[in-house]
């Protein structure tokens, strides 16, 4: 009897090391990509989830300009070069948001238990719909420049300058998503994950120098506005879109996002890992 059961117990325990094997780099990029392409065939299978890139930079773009326009700068068009970049990064940085809310309902609905068996590296099914994501958040940066436009707005910076704009603002709000997938992660539901976010979210994109100039801020709130992680980007973001300049707001945004990912990237996964 033991004979004959030694070679099953053998090929199992072969199966179970084929399985916790590590995956090499290659193997991680490819399995992120088909989890991505899972996650953009849902995104075509549900056409809401880009209501808030589509409907959102327009409502926002021409609410701001014309209830604050004539009090910040006098007329609507002055204050377009200060307000686009402000709402590039409150959009950018809203939609990141639902990469979290996302996440949570697919854990509650029981989508990541599927992943159990799969001999694929842990950060594939966090990092997947994030790379998807990705084209969400081209959509709403492009949809603002493209409304500012409408409204009369004119970039000296050219479309170089747009498209850095447009790119550093797509890689800080990857980088955030980072932080929104450890809060779905340890959040008991999505509402949870949603309303913690907002109240993270809000606070640090209306206490900047998005929509109003810093000179004309408190001096204690001031202080806070200057080392704000978003008033970084919108700098760069005005810099780059306005005048076609890289200033050093550009690389102070660029080292925040980078410290995010290095931060919440292992975090994510950490959480997730026990929730297997």
């Known amino acids: 009897m033991s004979i004959a059961t030694a070679p099953r117990v053998l090929d199992t325990a072969a199966i179970v090391a084929a399985t916790d094997a590590r995956n090499s780099l290659r193997q991680t990029v490819s ?9 953009t065939k849902k995104m075509r299978r549900n056409p809401e989830q ?28 002055t ?3 200060l307000m686009i970049p402000g709402i ?3 959009t950018v940085l809203t939609t990141c948001m639902a990469t979290g809310v996302q996440l949570r309902e697919d854990m509650d609905k029981g989508v990541f238990d599927r992943f159990k068996s799969l001999p694929i590296a842990r950060i594939a099914p966090l990092a997947g719909p994030m ?3 990705l084209l969400r958040y081209t959509i709403a940066a492009t949809l603002t420049f493209g409304m500012g436009l409408v409204m009369g707005y004119r970039p000296g910076g050219g479309v170089i300058g747009v498209g850095g704009a447009i790119l550093l603002a797509i890689f800080t709000g990857w980088s955030l998503a980072w932080a929104f997938t450890f809060i779905g992660t340890i959040a008991r539901s999505a509402q949870s994950v949603q309303g913690i976010s907002m109240m993270i ?21 001031r202080a806070f506005v200057k080392v704000n992680p978003v ?10 879109a306005n005048q076609g300049q890289v200033t050093d707001q550009v690389w102070w945004t660029l080292l925040a996002s980078v410290v995010v990912i290095a931060i919440f990237a292992p975090l994510s996964v950490r ?3 026990r929730h297997l």
Do not use: C
Request: charged content about 10%; glycine content about 4%; proline content about 6%.
């Open 31 to 39: 399995q992120t990509m088909a989890m991505a392409w899972r996650a």
């Open 50 to 77: 880009f209501f808030d890139v589509t409907l959102q930079p327009i409502l926002f773009t021409a609410m701001f300009a014309y209830i604050f326009g004539g009090a910040i700068s006098g007329d609507v068009k």
């Open 79 to 81: 204050y377009l070069p």
């Open 88 to 90: 590039l990064a409150q």
């Open 131 to 133: 790379v998807a994501d």
């Open 201 to 221: 979210l809000f606070p640090l994109t209306f206490l900047s120098n998005a929509f109003v100039p810093e000179s004309t801020l408190p001096s204690g709130l």
């Open 231 to 240: 008033s970084h980007l919108v700098s760069a973001a005005r810099s780059l």
């Open 271 to 273: 959480s997730y890992k």
